[in-house]
């Protein structure tokens, strides 16, 4: 069984359709990519799985549980943690608060300051700016914050909406670096990435959206072949 199904989700704006019956799923350990163009739904479909928006019609199944209907902040302590297009971080706190506020469905003080450890030790850079205000750091800074912050809730499936948008290629790497090792530590990884190229290369299956539809799936590898793909997706 997978970890995460999606079956014929249909999603309005008002009267437009912006998903137009889509299906996939994720199986634990993966790291799945969904690629598209601008406004082919990528957005959507993270929101719609983690409760920030209602399918018309559909089912959001995770670890064989309906979650269709359920709140944001209960998916968050079912296992599942977003990390938002823009970063969202919280820019008058500093970045130790950020990371406490991911911790915010947890109870166990112990195993919190353990994962803060866990997050220190993957990203120093957020260590030695604890106590700064995480409006002063850079973009590439904010993106392993809203990681780490993400990584607190101690997630199954971490979602994540553009984490390379607007950094520096040097930036760019290391965020795709981090996510391999994020799925190496036994994290599942959606991802949603307009560099197509980066997000195959790490993925180990992918699907295209066009216009609120899924027109291909696969292996990374093989998609990441496909001259239709390497035309529209990869600037080949």
Do not use: C
């Not at 979602?159 to 290391?174: A, K, R, Y």
């Amino acid at each position: 069984m997978a970890m995460l199904e999606v079956k014929n989700i249909e999603v309005y704006y008002g009267m437009i359709q912006a998903l137009k019956g889509i299906s996939f799923e994720v199986n634990q350990g993966e790291v799945i990519a969904l690629i598209g163009a601008n406004g082919a739904g990528k957005t959507t479909t993270l929101h719609t799985l983690t409760g920030l928006l209602s399918p018309k019609r559909g089912s959001v199944i995770f670890e064989g549980k309906d979650i269709t209907k359920t709140p944001a902040h209960k998916i968050v302590s079912m296992g599942i943690a977003h990390v938002p297009e823009g970063r969202r971080v919280f820019a008058d706190l500093s970045v130790y608060q950020n990371l406490r506020m991911g911790a915010y469905t947890r109870k166990d003080k112990k195993e919190i300051e353990e994962s803060l450890r866990m997050i220190y030790k993957r990203f120093p850079r957020l260590e030695e700016r604890k106590n700064q205000r995480a409006g002063t750091l850079s973009g590439g800074e904010q993106q392993m914050l809203a990681m780490g912050r993400a990584l607190m809730s101690k997630p199954k499936l971490i979602v994540m909406d553009e984490p390379s948008m607007g950094l520096s290629p040097i930036f760019v790497n290391e965020i795709f670096d981090i996510i391999q090792e994020i799925s190496k530590a036994g994290t599942t990884v959606l991802l949603v990435e307009q560099n197509a190229k980066k997000a195959l290369a790490i993925s180990n299956r992918a699907y295209v959206l066009e216009t609120g539809k899924i027109v291909l799936e696969g292996d990374a590898s093989v998609l990441m072949n496909d001259d239709s793909i390497k035309k529209a997706y990869l600037g080949e």
